[in-house]
DNA sequence: ACCAACGATGAAAGCTGCTGAACGGCAACT
DNA sequence: AGTTGCCGTTCAGCAGCTTTCATCGTTGGT
């Protein structure tokens, strides 16, 4: 790799992370320390970034330009939010993961921002969320596109879906209960069913206000679902129930 | 193959890349390095890009997209306005109608909010622009999103608009000459041919710069186009090739 | 049709500047 | 103070740059 490229993908990666070190940036860019240095050194001088013991932090524009969206509208809780940060802990770079609408989903999204993944959605917030970071590669499913939600629906979407493979699917939910998974809104539910269906491992993302009331439409059975990321308040009996169906439950 | 040709290959390489080294140029051109040398010269005189140890960088790269997006609609707005209001007119409520990327198009989305229709696009800037009107029905086309031009393209957009039918589309393009409808945009094509496979009406939006100038990829002969919409100072023998082909001419 | 002039092309030569490894010094931590 | 890890410097090796030149195809003129 050349020098130019080596510095044009460096100024890349700060794009979303904010800190770098020095053996990361080498494996990344298959290059020697000696060579990165001199590439730091004369981004350094290019105001681009600030060399510290041990690698380099970013000049630019606080990374949280992606997303302020969601601070902005949604104001995310506080709940969400560790939700968000425990479920992108599961997603390994490279991965494709699949991200249906909801505001949870949208927090996991907000915190795979650093990560290198291919990402699906149908989600148009998530979209607007990711779509300058260049390490991710998005997606979009089509389909008709609901204004109150602003997710895609509908046999395109689903036509759509049906024609991909992905490692994980990441989903919210409006309810659980022993019955399975359901929700309220009629039209997202054929999307979800076909993305459980093209997903290798299913994630479910779900506060615990969600369960124990009782959903209209049923989604998905609680055997179609791997693991399910909740928070610290949920009632140990749906513990129980979820892992005795083999489902992996984690609290943040 | 002819010095420039390969000239405007390497452009159009630099579309989706910001930085090429010579040994990957030469073998896509296949050119010696010496040529390939050559032409880099003469497009950084042009300030296309710029030399560098190894290869060359875009200078064209847009870091933030919302800005180059910015400038373009600024340049020329009044003239896209006028053109925008024009094409606007030839629709009528009800129909279903293909709306592709590209400013002049959004400046006719605009004036199409008044109306009861069924949009289908691949556009997110005019999707946007579109989702809060109660009477617009939106369907996105789904597909790899390009976040230069914020538009969706590629085998999945394709596969979606072959499963449509619309009355009418309309399109912007980057050249027309005696040889028909070209882009510099590679990636675009193939969703702009389908879009024009499966609409009944063809509607061309262009400003008079876009006549004449030599395009690179054909999207289309002039004979696939009903309509062009275009402005007062377009060129009369340009007015006079489109109507010998049995296209309608309207100057905004 | 032929030939000369011109520009474009690709190969070779010599030079420039980048690269990675090695070494010694310095900062952080124990 | 000792150890570990990081930094800056130096230097040989080589990849890439510029220049030059022979060759080829094209153009324009006779």
């Known amino acids: 790799m050349k020098a ?7 100024r890349q990666m700060f794009e979303s992370r904010d800190f770098l070190d020095l053996e990361t940036l080498c494996r990344e860019l298959d290059a020697s320390e000696s060579s990165v240095r001199r590439d730091l050194d004369i981004l350094e001088q290019e105001k681009i970034l600030r060399r510290v013991y041990g690698g380099a932090v970013s000049l630019q524009a606080p990374p949280s330009r992606a997303f302020d969206y969601a601070v902005e509208s949604v104001r995310l809780s506080d709940e969400k939010d560790r939700i968000g940060r ?3 802990g599961l997603i390994e770079d490279g991965q494709t993961v699949i991200l249906d609408g909801g505001s949870t989903v949208a927090a996991v999204a907000r915190e795979l921002a650093t990560k290198s993944l291919h990402i699906v959605t149908n ?11 260049r390490n991710i590669e998005l997606t979009l499913t089509g389909g008709y596109l609901d204004p109150r939600h602003r997710v895609m ?19 919210g939910i409006g309810s659980i209960t022993e019955a399975g998974f359901s929700n309220n809104n009629t039209l997202v539910v054929g999307s979800e069913q076909k993305m459980i269906e093209v997903a290798g491992k299913v994630i479910i993302v779900a506060d615990h206000t969600k369960f ?5 439409i049923p989604v998905a059975p609680l055997s179609a679902v791997h693991t399910v990321v909740s928070d ?4 140990p ?5 979820l892992r005795t169906n083999g489902i992996e439950v984690l609290l943040a």
């Open 153 to 171: 629906l509908g046999p395109f979407c689903e036509q759509m879906l049906g024609a991909i493979r992905a490692d994980t699917l990441i989903m």
């Open 86 to 88: 425990l479920a992108a």
């Open 4 to 10: 130019a490229e080596r510095q044009l993908r460096i």
């Open 123 to 133: 989600s148009l917030p998530i979209a607007e969320g990711l779509e300058a970071l």
């Open 232 to 235: 610290k308040d949920l009632a």
């Open 212 to 216: 124990g009331r009782g959903g209209m």
């Open 237 to 241: 009996e749906y513990i129980d129930l």
